[in-house]
């Protein structure tokens, strides 16, 4: 049963260095040794002994089955993010094909022992292998699915498509058809190679060296023409994006901006990430109502690629745009290592904006048009480079100032912004010297002082949240909601943190995971990641490769996905005064996207609800106004009803309680019916939706009006 074949016809010999012959052949041994290797041979052989019928490609042998059948059941163990029929086909036929070629090479040496030819097996070894087949195909699919059911429940995903599952079987096949068909072509070129090698060198010579030409022949077309091609073809693709500008963003009109009057950095410059940063942001009064305090209007210096030739000169013209804004006025400033395309995390920057007051300063450069995915594989020295580059000058400039007039210099970076940041440090003490606080967010695996503290750790602390040094400055969280460990240890002088989901495949990936166990699936798992999933060799490598380009496709919380685990970092690093935990939590929902947390009363703070912001107090929720389209033409906004009841009468708070406060702001009609009738000429020049001011006005307008008498039923999604 260790011998290839097929279930009818000749079996083909799959003898990996083409040194076999078929038993239906025996005259063989008599032939030279170049019709040998022409006619014996491995897989590449005809499956026919008939002379003259074509070959086939899309034959198996039963050792290489044996192995895709066991390879590809393990294929459905968990790993750590839940997987669609798409991506468990995909990672099925892979796991399958690498099975395949496992089972051929494990029976070429059996025969290699027992000094035999391949032999042609039974029937009855088929047979046996069609049932063993379908029941373990059948209980492993089901397992999966269950395993897969789990991991949706512990990240709250919702979303299952039936038709995609029962897709993956064909997904597969398809793909392990490719990679047979692939393997076969390059053993047939070994086997070209070797026979034309073999006129003029011995026949073993002529093997290692075919073997050698065909694997430096692929490196090379690999790596250097299919993923340079690759990587050029992207590039251009993006650097023709950073051209182009976001919807609704506009150059800044405020000189506290690069790209804004008086900058030294032109607005054009700044690429399509940078035109973002510098565009968005909370604005004074989205500060001030989080705060209940006169706030001021945060400082943002970007240099784009385009703005100067290397990353030196970026940085250094970040630097001096961020002296002539006054961001070393300020009393805090943060200098943020960008990802891969120069994109910086809204969540992070505008974090640390409302926990300033707005009495802060944000810098950072772009160092590559490409998105994270491909930079991990080309760019990783520039995002080193860049990181040095900008710490080294803003650090430069910042220890010139008087040390009485230095603003906190804090350091921060998501994902292989974290890998850039790291590179202008050499270690922790250098770390707490040249820092007032670090946050680094979901490092990959490779980064340099990552790994040394992981590695480094005490004992007993695990590697998915390690104690180094007994957290006197770096310390570990995966929610810094429930507590950075470690409990009870003093925590005093410069903070460093690292931030990382126990299910964030880019946290964990590592070429390591191909042979050997690491130290976070054989300790107690994380909180989010399955307490079934173990390590198989090669099988769990793929598995949690498959997970990288999902890694942001899952809820916050989980993955690679950081949102309001910013609010509780920044507030361990920055230890922000006058901040409460019902701030922090209220803020979270902010950076959420939650935008009753702004104006629902009861998801204030509690110094907002003792009236500090009296405008809120007793408001309800506003909704936005309904938009006509195409599809609803005549959708507009219903005459307003004057209340009938008194400013201090209690009323709904749309929650289904009594709000006992008194109204603020006095009922309006004549407005009301103002902003009605303005409603068509608005739908007229915007038939598809409203813009943005234009939105914002009416939803002003009608500030003033009772909610239940925008007839909500009437709104347009």
Request: proline share 9%; net charge neutral.
């Amino acid at each position: 049963m260790d011998t290839p074949g097929i279930p009818v016809g000749s079996p083909p010999d799959e003898h990996p260095d083409g040194a076999g012959q078929r038993t239906a052949d025996p005259a063989g041994a008599d032939r030279p040794p170049a019709a040998s290797l022409a006619a014996g041979g491995a897989e590449g052989a005809p499956p026919s002994a008939e002379p003259g019928k074509p070959r086939r490609l899309l034959y198996v042998t039963l050792p290489g089955c044996w192995g895709a059948l066991i390879a590809g059941c393990l294929s459905f163990t968990p790993s750590l993010l839940p997987r669609g029929g798409v991506v468990q086909g995909l990672i099925w036929g892979i796991t399958a094909a690498i099975g395949y070629g496992l089972g051929v090479l494990a029976a070429s040496i059996w025969r290699a022992f027992a000094d035999r030819e391949p032999r042609r097996p039974r029937r009855r070894s088929w047979l046996v292998f069609f049932i063993t087949a379908a029941v373990l195909v059948v209980g492993s699919f089901g397992l999966g699915q269950y395993w897969q059911s789990e991991i949706r429940k512990l990240m709250g995903v919702t979303e299952y498509s039936i038709p995609l599952v029962i897709a993956s079987p064909f997904v597969a096949a398809a793909a392990f058809c490719l990679l047979l068909l692939i393997g076969r072509g390059l053993r047939g070129l070994y086997h070209w190679a070797a026979t034309l090698l073999d006129r003029w060198i011995g026949r073993r010579a002529a093997r290692g060296v075919g073997w050698v030409l065909v694997v430096g022949l692929t490196y090379l077309i690999v790596s250097g023409l299919l993923l340079e091609g690759f990587v050029n073809l992207m590039n251009s693709a993006y650097s023709l994006r950073d051209t182009m500008t976001a919807e609704g963003i506009h150059q800044p009109t405020t000189s506290l901006r690069s790209g804004g009057p008086g900058s030294v950095i032109p607005w054009d410059s700044l690429g399509w990430q940078g035109r973002n940063f510098i565009g968005k942001g909370p604005s004074v009064s989205d500060i001030e109502k989080f705060t209940g305090q006169p706030a001021m209007e945060p400082i943002r210096a970007y240099a784009g690629l385009a703005s100067a030739p290397d990353a030196q000169a970026r940085a250094a013209l970040a630097v001096k745009d961020l002296e002539r804004a006054g961001g070393f006025q300020r009393k805090n400033l943060l200098v943020v290592t960008t990802t891969g395309s120069g994109w910086v995390d809204p969540a992070m920057v505008d974090t640390f904006e409302y926990l300033s007051g707005g009495d802060c300063a944000t810098v950072a450069i772009q160092y590559s048009y490409l998105p994270s995915w491909i930079s991990y594989l080309v760019d990783q020295s520039k995002a080193q480079e860049a990181g040095r580059a900008l710490f080294d000058a803003v650090y430069g400039a910042w220890s010139q100032l008087p040390a009485d007039q230095r603003p906190r210099l804090l350091v921060a970076g998501e994902s292989l912004g974290s890998f850039g940041g790291e590179a202008a440090f050499t270690g922790e003490y250098d770390l707490a010297t040249r820092t007032d606080g670090t946050l680094f967010v979901g490092p990959p695996n490779f980064n340099t002082l990552f790994r040394q503290f992981s590695d480094h750790r005490d004992a007993g602390s695990p590697e998915v949240q390690p104690v180094y040094q007994d957290g006197r400055v770096v310390r570990f969280a995966n929610d810094p909601t429930t507590g950075i460990p470690p409990a009870g240890q003093p925590w005093d002088g410069t903070r460093i943190l690292y931030l990382m989901h126990p299910s964030d495949p880019i946290v964990w990936w590592s070429p390591h995971l191909i042979f050997s166990q690491p130290d976070w699936i054989s300790e107690p798992p994380g909180q989010d990641v399955l307490k079934s999933m173990f390590w198989m060799p090669f099988v769990t490598f793929w598995q949690v490769t498959a997970d990288l380009p999902f890694a942001t496709g899952v809820p916050a919380g989980h993955g690679h996905k950081y949102t309001s685990e910013y609010v509780d970092g920044f507030s361990a690093v920055m230890q922000p005064a006058g901040i409460t935990p019902e701030d922090l939590a209220s803020l979270s929902k902010i950076i959420a996207g939650d935008e009753l947390s702004r104006t629902d009363p009861a998801r204030q703070p509690a110094r907002l609800r003792a009236g500090q912001r009296a405008p809120l107090a007793g408001r309800e929720p506003k909704r936005p106004p309904p938009i006509m389209t195409k599809r609803n033409p005549q959708a507009g906004f219903p005459a307003c009803r004057r209340l009938s009841r008194s400013p201090g009468s209690p009323r709904p708070d749309g929650r289904g309680r009594e709000n006992t406060q008194p109204v603020r702001r006095p009922v309006q009609p004549d407005r009301c019916e103002q902003a009605a009738a303005a409603t068509p000429q608005l739908a007229e020049h915007h038939p598809r939706q409203a813009s943005e001011q234009d939105r914002y006005q009416h939803r002003n307008d009608f500030a003033g009006c009772s909610m239940t008498d925008r007839a909500p039923d009437r709104l347009v999604v």
